[in-house]
């Protein structure tokens, strides 16, 4: 069983330039989650996919938008880059209001360096 | 909202000693709580989770957590640690309403280093 998946595992990008980051949530996962991780800090929650719509939303600006498939998986987008994006951004898949607790699984991440 | 404060950012210790990790919530709800480990340039592994019943939860590689509700307070321990213990450790916590069910706020973490 697949666990969560997130590509590319690094990229290096230019201030000004737009990223995507994809994710694949583990195997009967509906929901998804993003997080931007800087050096030094814990987890910050971007926002949360369910049902092809954003359902929750951190204090990240809109040039943070996102996007969910049919396939339950995940899309991450940032434009107009900042040196302060430079993240490790995480993938956190999970069941919606699963009823056997709330487990949420993550992905090893997407290093984005931003330059 | 809630908050989570980890009140130590580095924990050094010596392989084969206890270990306590603190952690403390604040919210006005109730919460779940839960501690993840992230190994140098790794993602997040779920160590433990406290969803309700009893207070003293046991998770994986030893680890176990105690909930104390009066002290708001989550604190991971192990009896005894080895070298692989070493990694970044975060204490996070889930509200159940407003629809915070899948979403974490997490501490600023805990590096563990455990020495030879």
New interface residues.
Partial sequence: DAGVTQSPTHLIKTRGQQVTLRCSPKSGHDTVSWYQQALGQGPQFIFQYYEEEERQRGNFPDRFSGHQFPNYSSELNVNALLLGDSALYLCASSIHRARSGNTIYFGEGSWLTVV | AQS?TQLDSQVPVFEEAPVELRCNYSSSVSV?L?W?VQYPN?????LL?Y?SGSTLVKGINGFEAEFNKSQTSFHLRKPSVHISDTAEY?C?V?DLLS???????????TRLAVHP
Avoid: D, R
């Avoid at chain 2, 790794?42 to 779920?46: E, K, N, P, R």
């Fill in positions: 989570v779940y839960f993840y790794q993602g997040l592994q779920l989770k969803l975060f996070a889930s629809g915070g069910y899948n979403k974490l706020i997490f501490g600023a973490g």
